[in-house]
């Protein structure tokens, strides 16, 4: 349902606009001069010195690109102020200088960062190739006048991939006039097509960015409305006898790894910070001109950055994005999303499914067990690439080794059991464009084999496979487009395997009031299917809209390998909004969109539907806000009974909203909030989010974001129970406060040295009272859906256990034996992690990181929250410290 909400508002992010200078105007170009913006890149004759003066003979012979046009806050207006651009090149480098002429030069913003940061209040100058010429795909290299560099992969015409790296050069320099970048990008680190003689012509812009006028401007005009990005490029021409680079790139690196943990002294596994030694390899080598091979043997993911504490009372899984760079890198040819629309997580491929936590663990009468927190990858390759004929062309295979677990049983004697097994995964994408882009037509494989020769393991899948086609054409002008695609999965395994997916949350096949549903424990194989067709008017004019239609066999399964959260499901929803996009007295930009959506299993139950009011604006002095509201009817809801009847679920009105201030200043807030009401109990969710950004200097930055959330439900799940051969399904009124606070400073020494610092303090307690039992699962009335159990008759304390009150439930008051018994599922979650990052690029690509991480954790069955209390509990915790030294040198040519 959330993922439908996304793809309902599409144009809720819309960029933020600012005011501009009439300070050096330029003449824009008319309409008609958007595709025929062109540039001749001149030989280098003599040498450059890159030191960002532009002071060289050469620059002044290079042809000239200006007349830059607003895209905010003026869309179609010229710049506010000149700025003029050259490109040069010689055999191994595309040389850019950018002069950015200022009225004001001490207005220029130029705070630090690390580099790739995001978010930096900062002019920005920008140069974005489209060495494929394929209107889909560029690389764009950006810097600050502090020196600042960024690099990110355009894809698919509008969509960006921050996590692809490149080794170049720029170097910048500030004067009376202004400021200047002088580009130093070597041929190795793009992708074309050349046999070493004749002329090539490459898609490309430039594009400056004025901070404190919040103005973005372009060379080759970038409309508001376009609804494309690459495919707007001009063209740059005159690159003559550019022979094939050799494109090898070796990283090897070294780490020195220390952890210490708590624990008892008695636990033989007890981390004591001994410290270890291991070193890995990273390799990069072009296949010719349009493919490169990117490989890793035994690859390091130490100085990752914590994932956030959650507290999950639901039976999916939590998604959290992956942060390692192997995996980022060249990750847009390998997307096959399978949401609702466009948005959201699911997809046919989940990185994070490499290298993940064992599924199996040690055996229950453990006294103490030592699990790995992750499978060790032997190695991975990855083969990316696109080719002049448009095709886009990627396969990934890694090998995870077997694990396997140590434990201590009661009588002291230690065992290892098996609790992952080796696994291979393997995925092939390719997909092809046609009509400069505007059509495409792909395909994607996975599959994922275990060595299941532990019978323990045998409750996991031998094999699991999937499949998918995806399409897309754009039409008239442009301005709509059709998206669809077709996902097929096909699981084998042992009849345990295979019966424990059909029971799994995603699918509930044991569902007793499903008649179109049924657990097989004699299947050995899950098949199963979906799809997905949007039709939407991207761009050109106010008005945008569109239509999804959605449908999921209840057996298609790609867990083994994506990430999937449900299945058995048919929605359909559209949604009509118009977007102002030029300036007025009051607002620079709003927008508002309206959506409708439903959904129903294949049995036939209505699971969701709604109404929806969204829209979002900012003002000409920079503060802005958003909010929406959306009211659901009663549905039914399948998996809130973890496999038991559908459930009623009474109607509620969600709600969301924020506030920010003027992003310019170097004090901002930002206030957001959400949440829901149900309309039947009058009871609901509220979260609270406030985040303080405060810039002192230009080479600091603190970010503190504090959260709060108050959760009533008066139906959380607690568990199911037989009662004379009737399963009863139990349920609480369940109160849960929980109070977090994310805390970020960055401290930037240079542009090549900085140190980040990251702490999470998490408290979240639930308590829970008033315990029932479904009576009529599909009634609409409260008392007829539930049985509360009357407190000291039907239900009353008989014992604790593990320190949890355990509460009997009995036939009646006068009854002594109870029916059966279930633990108090109270919680009170304490969580600190933090970490400290120190990172030295001390040469192109090669770097040097010293991280320190922290974490402490405690848990009490007390739902009682108190924030004295479990504040000072948490910093009593005891912690474990992690110190890692990382040192990687590139090799490059």
Known sequence: MHSLLSATALLAGLALSGQASPALAQTAPEPNETLARALHAAPLEGEITLDGRLDEAAWEAAEVATDFVQQRPGPGEAASERTEVRVLYDQRNLYVGMRMYDEDPSGIAAQLGRRDAVGLYSDWAHVVIDSYLDRRTAFRFSVTPAGVKRDVLQFDDTREDGGWGAVWDVAVHTDDQGWTAEFRIPFSQLRFSTDGNGELTWGINFIRDIARRDERAFWSPHPPDAGRFVSLFGTLHGLRDIPSPRRVELTPYMLARADRAPGDAANPFRATGTPGVDAGLDLMYGLGPNLTLSATVNPDFGQVEVDPAVVNLSAFETFFPERRPFFLEGSDIFRFGINIGDGGSESLFYTRRIGRAPQAGVPGDAAYGDVPGSSRILGAAKLSGRTSGGWSLGALSALTSAQSARYLDGAGELHSVAVEPLTNHSVLRASRDFRDGQSALGGMLTAVHRDLSEDRL????????????????????????IRSWLAGSHVRGSTAAVERLQRAPSRYFQRPDADHLTVDPERTSLTGAAADLTVAKVSGGNWRGGTILHTRTPGFEVNDLGFQQNTDLTAGGGYLGYASFQQGQVFRRWNLFGSGFTGFTYGGERTFNGLNLNGNFELRGGWGGYGGTEH????????????????????????????????????????????????????GRLNVNPNLTVRPAPSLQLSVGPSWTSNVDPWQYVGTRQAEGTPHYLFGHLEQTTLSLNTRLNVTFTPDLTLELFAQPFLSAGAYDEFRRVDDPRARGFDERFHTFAEGSERRVVGESGGRTVHGIFADGDAEQPLYTFADPGFNVRSLRGNAVLRWEYRPGSTLFLVWQQQRSGFASDGDFRFGRDTSALFREPARNVLLLKATYWFGG
């Open 458 to 481: 045998g409750f996991l899948s031998r094999e699991a496979y999937s499949s998918g086609l995806d399409a897309r054409h754009r039409f008239a002008g442009g301005n709509w487009e």
């Open 632 to 683: 659901q009817p009663y549905a039914l809801t399948t998996t809130a009974t973890r496999g038991g009847p559908a459930l009623h679920r009474p109607a509620r009105t969600n709600f969301w909203g924020g506030l920010y201030t003027d992003r310019r200043r170097p004090v901002n807030l930002d206030l957001n909030l959400n949440g829901h009401r149900d309309h039947e109990s009058g009871t």
